[in-house]
């Protein structure tokens, strides 16, 4: 039962990852954000409905930080020419992370970083997730030809790591608060959408207002 689940969480993933990088490689800028703003309306009315009853004032006061506006920053990014390769860098990060921490966590986990919000996140899967970020981070700007210090790397990959795990952590606890085990089951062995993105959500804050710094350092003007 394990492994058939693993099984599906990858295939789940590999679908997803090749869905996101044909979309962002090979179609206009404008498309991606249309899918955006369509998983964000998906989100709203489908799996949001799951955390807050609609009449509730939480419902409507929370909604807007989250998730709408990380997605209008999502949209942001990808609508700019200078930006946009930051979108990529962000959601390469967040999913080694998030695939990396969930790998070394069933394999070494042991001590709970809060678990009374997400048992199931470890120390030992949040130092797997960031190293194998940093990891596919490095083997990215070696394809590319960036020139940016391992330092630095580090620094960006640990900033996104902890965002990440907030983003995580932020909805479980709201997930336990609704009783509900997962945002939706739209993807197999993933949950809903806020399920999978939940990271990028918060992440997408420290790109959107450090943009400018970040092309710098990782020389993309």
């Given amino acids: ?10 295939t789940t993933g590999i ?21 955006l703003g369509g998983i964000l309306l998906y989100i709203l009315f489908f799996e949001w409905p799951l955390l ?19 997605f209008l920053l999502l949209i942001a990014i990808n609508q700019s020419v200078v930006y ?4 990529l860098i962000l959601f390469l990060v967040v999913a080694s992370f998030d695939t990396g921490a969930y790998f070394f966590g069933k394999l070494f986990g042991s001590h ?13 899967g ?20 960036i020139s940016i210090p391992l330092c630095c790397m580090a620094l960006f990959t640990l900033i996104i790591s ?3 795990i907030f ?14 085990k997962d945002s939706g089951d739209i993807l197999p062995g993933h949950g809903g959408f806020l399920d999978r993105l939940d990271g990028i959500l918060f992440a997408v804050f420290f790109i959107y207002f450090f943009k400018k710094q970040l092309i710098t350092i990782f020389g993309l003007v």
Wanted: hydrophobic share 55%; aromatic share 16%.
């Fill in 112 to 124: 709970k970083i809060a678990p009374l919000i997400s048992p199931g996140k470890t120390w030992e």
């Fill in 84 to 87: 946009r390769p930051l979108l």
């Fill in 1 to 10: 039962m394990q492994l058939a689940k693993i099984i599906k969480r990858i």
């Fill in 126 to 145: 949040f130092l797997g997730g960031f190293l194998c970020a940093v990891g596919i981070l490095k083997l990215f700007v070696w394809l590319f030809k």
């Fill in 167 to 180: 983003g995580d952590l932020f909805e479980s606890s709201l997930k336990r608060q609704a009783r509900v």
């Fill in 52 to 70: 807050f009853d609609w009449q509730h004032p939480y419902f409507w006061i929370i909604m807007p930080f989250y998730p709408v506006l990380p």
């Fill in 15 to 35: 679908t997803l990852a090749a869905i996101f990088l044909g979309t962002f490689l090979l179609l206009p800028p404008f498309v991606s954000s249309v899918l």
């Fill in 162 to 164: 902890v965002l990440s």
